[in-house]
């Protein structure tokens, strides 16, 4: 990586795994992916659930998105693929 490229992953408003609103929606989600090109928007991959219950990953401008407080009450139960492998090894 360059130190340009370096430079721009460096300024950017969210890190992995930080929670966050989704602008005109209910949504609360954790970014999972940053995009970051020079001189657009940075985009970030959000995992979140809608107002069905549904999990969806897609990717948001930043300006589409506003930190939440990380404290107990905004945890977000994702299942985890380590998870899902713990309960598929105790099956017999």
């Known amino acids: ?40 928007e940075d985009l970030y991959r959000v995992l979140y659930i809608d107002a069905t219950g549904s999990p969806h990953e897609s990717w948001w401008r930043s300006s589409l998105l506003e930190g939440v407080d990380d404290d107990e009450s905004n945890i977000i139960p994702f299942p985890c693929r380590c998870e899902r492998a713990a309960r598929n090894a105790t099956r017999h």
Not at 2 to 16: N, R
């Open 1 to 40: 990586m360059t130190p340009t490229e370096k430079a721009l992953y460096m300024q950017h408003l969210f890190d992995i795994g930080d929670v966050v609103a989704i602008a005109d929606t209910d949504s609360v989600g954790e970014i999972t992916g940053l995009q970051v090109a020079d001189g657009q």
